[in-house]
């Protein structure tokens, strides 16, 4: 049983800076590609950044350069560091856990958190 559960959502002011975490139990992130998406009101879910079983990071355009996402292999989690945070920003984010695929497609992940709200006000 695959399990990924996120925290460290919340509000923060636009210009603050958040973090999340993604524990993972029944599936181990330092051999599969780990993500986080995230869906704001009335949007698709997107792609916002991955960290694949090789340890390559990959990002949207829209946030590169603020968001950085990290594993730590012997805690079993994933983190996404968010800075410099817009008001555009605002969505559920999702961890997401997958095989060794196009570590960009939503199709490509198996197992997804509950989700966390960031809320970012202006």
């Known amino acids: 049983q695959v399990q990924l559960v996120e925290s460290g959502g919340g509000l923060v002011q636009a210009g603050g800076s958040m973090r999340l975490s993604c524990a993972a139990s029944g599936r181990t992130v330092s051999n599969n590609n780990m993500a986080w998406f995230r869906q704001a009101p009335g949007k698709a879910r997107e792609f916002v950044t991955a960290?694949?079983?090789?340890?390559?990071?990959y990002y949207a355009d829209s946030v590169k350069g603020r968001f950085t996402i990290s594993r730590d292999n012997a805690k079993n989690t994933v983190y996404l560091q968010m800075n410099s945070l817009k008001p555009e920003d605002t969505a559920v984010y999702y961890c997401?856990?997958?095989?060794?695929?196009?570590?960009?497609?939503?199709?490509?992940?198996?197992?997804w958190g509950q989700g966390t709200q960031v809320t970012v006000s202006s």
């Open positions: 960290i694949s079983w090789s340890g390559t990071t």
């Open positions: 997401a856990a997958g095989g060794k695929g196009a570590p960009r497609g939503i199709n490509e992940y198996d197992y």
